[in-house]
């Protein structure tokens, strides 16, 4: 049973899932916080939201996932050796190759326009677009 924090004024809503929180089959161990003048609020870290966001690429072919997943990786520091081993445990290497392989095209396109940044949604757009 999953727990919903549901606003009448967003469409946007919070999932409280049960514990223990975990990715996978592999549980998490690392919480990120962020002190907010309400209180601490815990978060996944960005490695393990990257995985989150991959495992529902991986296990229901969630493209959406998948564009989520490379947009937190380029606007965040993570661990990319724990999320290929991970990936591996998961048996989901190929699909893995797929995700790096866009980041990797995604931080060639900012070096090749030389801008400090190009946006993830253009980016999508652009492949949509070649497809």
């Known amino acids: ?13 919070i999932e409280f899932p049960r514990g223990p929180l975990g990715v996978g089959d592999a549980p998490i161990k690392d919480i990120s916080s962020r002190k907010t003048a309400t209180g601490t ?17 991986y296990h229901w072919d969630d493209r959406q996932s998948l564009d989520q997943t490379i947009w937190v990786a380029m606007e965040n ?8 081993r991970w990936s591996m445990h998961e ?13 990797m095209a995604l931080k060639e396109a900012e ?12 980016f999508f ?3 949509d677009d070649k497809s």
């Not at 520091?77 to 290929?84: A, C, G, L, P, Q």
């Open 1 to 13: 049973m999953k727990r919903y924090f549901i606003h009448k004024e967003t469409s946007l809503f």
């Open 41 to 57: 609020l815990k978060l996944l870290t960005p490695t393990n939201c990257i995985k989150d966001r991959l495992s529902a690429y």
């Open 77 to 84: 520091e993570f661990d990319i050796k724990s999320i290929e």
């Open 91 to 103: 048996n989901m290497m190929e699909k893995y190759q797929d995700f790096r392989e866009s980041i």
């Open 111 to 122: 070096e090749r326009l030389g801008e400090e940044s190009i946006k993830a949604e253009d």
């Open 125 to 127: 757009d652009e492949l």
